[in-house]
């Protein structure tokens, strides 16, 4: 292959599935935010129509590797990225790349609820107004809330802003938000951790419905829910040995495989709750 | 001060707050409470008293005065119409000019333009040309400014004339360089209301914004200035009402003549600075007269502010629920 495969030691990181049913090719070298390293060595692929999953104790760099696979992360002026993230053939990182272009591709729900300052239709009509999307408007903001289950409690309060709902009702307005373009890859950072259970697994229900077609990463704190929902597990652990705490992934596999039979150590004492 | 029901629970550390507690407690109440009715008393004591001095010249002129045109102390004929339109005149090209201006920077300081330490740098460029005193910009005004336009004022006029904004020659003060440097003047207010309004806004939304796929232009437009809007609509009212009042400079530029025109080249007049030119050489009458239109100017303002207030509400509840 080429350098990077060098780089990468670790047994476990070199999971890997066949080409032809990955939508993104991550290969993570090192992930920097100013000199501190908080990400190294790490080949992640989201496989096509799958849902993986990103566990690990917090701290361990789940939503610096989520945030980098849609350039998130360029908003940040002190992030430096080494690596590759191949999408499509293309490698998301090189310069001719517009990370603004990458991300109408790559769409993104993340941990806090953030809806705009406008009404809740306006919010889920929000990418496709940008897209120039010419169909029915009204439809595809229907079909979203329906999909992020929000429908029913908004369909009479369409024009109230989006800032008027509960913390729950809001990330669940974003999950709409994000749905409502279709992006061909959805990045999804703790999306229910603001939710309660009833919320979360109606959420998960979308999640599985969104899989039929498109690609879902998700990282999650759950562990039952990681069970529930992902096909594909990847686990994270940080090193402490440097002095530094630098994120890694230590096993990638089957969600059951890791979390029945881990190769690892680590994942054997994270999953079995033995984690310190 | 309350009786202590829980004296008897065992604790080496819980126990009531003491009497001096209570104390500093009902002292900071009586403090707060005091400097409200001492607000509350001063503009009910000002517009009373300006009422009281105004009275006969609203019995003698009654509501004629706010409609007609003629300012003549001779013939004993007062009317502000053309004050009314100079003020709002002058003061919405200035929010026009100083609110667009003002805005922008506010987005250039705040959107990530600039290095963080050079943005405060030039903030504080912006918030200094607040501390320049009024007759200074109108010093400014007459011997920078007017040489400095009035070129291209008569080159507008001799060749798009018929323009109604256009329709004088500027031959010295007149409405434009009053209203660039009212613009000016209100500048540093709108600006720096409106970087907060800006900072204000939480960084996931902007988050949010850019992980639909926006662009810088569309993230700004779309969803930072709707976020910030309650923010830079106080900013532009605050700064209309620095415009309504401003009285030296204007004095000094618009050219106090009682005229109602739209040519931005025609001299003009607004009542503060009516107020500040007429004073001085008053008889009876005519400070009675002076003292109606003060009150017109604080009833402007009063509305203005009302108005303002009311769109900021509708834009809050629009766009943030609340
Ligand atoms: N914007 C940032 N600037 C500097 N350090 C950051 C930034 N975001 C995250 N980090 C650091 O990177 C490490 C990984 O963080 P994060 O990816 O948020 O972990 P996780 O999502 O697994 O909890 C942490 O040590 C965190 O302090
Ligand atoms: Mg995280």
Redesign the pocket.
């Known amino acids: 292959m080429n350098a990077t495969a060098d780089a990468v030691t670790s047994p476990a990181a070199t999971w890997s599935i066949d080409p032809q049913d990955t939508v993104m090719d991550c290969r993570l070298e090192k992930i920097f935010?100013?000199d501190?390293l908080?990400?190294r060595n790490s080949i992640v692929p989201i496989e096509k129509n799958k849902i993986t999953g990103?566990i690990?104790?917090?701290?361990?760099?789940?939503?610096?590797?989520?945030?980098s696979l849609n350039r998130m992360?360029d908003l940040?002026p002190?992030?430096r990225f080494e690596g590759s993230v191949t999408y499509h053939g293309q490698d998301i990182y090189d310069k001719s790349i517009d990370p603004v272009l990458v991300r109408r591709y790559i769409g993104m729900v993340f941990?806090q609820p953030n809806p705009f300052s406008m009404s809740i239709y306006d919010n889920v009509a929000f990418g496709l107004r940008l897209n120039r999307y010419k169909g029915d408007l009204d439809e595809r903001v229907e079909k979203a809330l329906r999909s992020a289950a929000l429908w029913t409690e908004v369909k009479d309060k369409l024009k109230n802003s989006g800032l008027s709902l509960s913390g729950g009702q809001q990330q669940r307005l974003c999950i709409a938000r994000a749905v409502a373009t279709e992006p061909d890859v959805l990045l999804m950072?703790?999306p229910c951790s603001a939710l309660d259970p009833i919320a979360t697994r109606q959420v998960e229900e979308l999640m599985l419905e969104l899989k039929e077609h498109y690609s879902v990463a998700l990282?999650t704190?759950n562990m039952q829910q990681a069970t529930r929902v992902a096909d594909t597990t990847a686990f994270?652990s940080?090193d402490i040995s440097q002095g530094s705490?630098t994120?890694y992934l230590v096993e990638m596999g089957e969600t059951r495989q890791v979390f029945e039979d881990p190769q690892a150590d680590l994942t054997k004492e994270y999953v079995s709750g033995e984690f310190s | 001060m309350a009786s202590n029901p829980f004296a008897h629970v065992v604790t080496k550390v819980c126990g009531p707050p003491s009497a001096a507690d209570y104390g500093a407690d009902k002292l900071l109440r009586a403090v707060v409470w005091g400097a409200a009715a001492v607000i509350l008393l001063l503009v009910t004591y000002i517009v009373f008293e300006l009422g009281r001095q105004a009275f006969p010249a609203m019995l003698s002129f009654g509501p004629e005065f706010l409609y007609s045109t003629t300012w003549d102390v001779q013939a004993k004929q007062f009317g502000i119409l053309p004050e009314i339109w100079g003020t709002l005149y002058s003061s919405l090209l200035a929010l026009l000019l100083g609110g667009v201006l003002g805005v922008a920077i506010a987005i250039f300081l705040t959107q990530d333009f600039l290095d963080h330490r050079v943005s405060n740098v030039f903030r504080t460029i912006v918030e200094m040309l607040a501390a320049i005193p009024s007759v200074v910009y109108g010093l400014w005004g007459i011997y920078v400014l007017i040489p400095l336009i009035r070129p291209g004022a008569n080159w507008l006029h001799d060749s798009l004339g018929w323009f109604p904004f256009f329709g004088t020659s500027l031959s010295g003060p007149g409405m434009a360089p009053a209203a660039l440097v009212l613009a000016v003047m209100i500048l540093p207010t709108v600006a720096a209301i409106s970087v907060d309004a800006f900072k204000r806004v939480p960084y996931k939304v902007k988050e949010a914004a850019y992980g639909m796929g926006t662009t810088r232009w569309e993230a700004i437009l779309k969803v930072m200035l709707p976020s910030a809007s309650s923010g830079i609509l106080a900013a532009l009212v605050l700064g209309f009402g620095r415009a309504l009042g401003e009285t030296m400079a204007l004095a000094m530029l618009i050219g106090n003549s009682n005229q109602i025109s739209l040519s931005l080249f025609a001299p003009a007049n607004t009542l503060a600075s009516l107020l500040a030119s007429s004073f001085p050489e008053a008889g009876p009458i005519e400070v009675q007269a002076l003292m109606y239109a003060a009150l017109a100017l604080l009833a402007i303002t009063l509305l203005v502010n009302v108005f303002g207030l009311w769109i900021m509400k509708a834009a809050t509840r629009k766009f943030e629920g609340r």
């Not at chain 1, 690990?56 to 945030?67: D, E, F, I, N, Y």
């Open positions: 935010y100013g501190f908080a990400v990103f690990g104790p917090s701290g361990c760099g789940k939503s610096t590797v989520l945030r992360n940040i002190v992030f941990q950072d703790e990282v704190h994270f940080v705490r994120g």
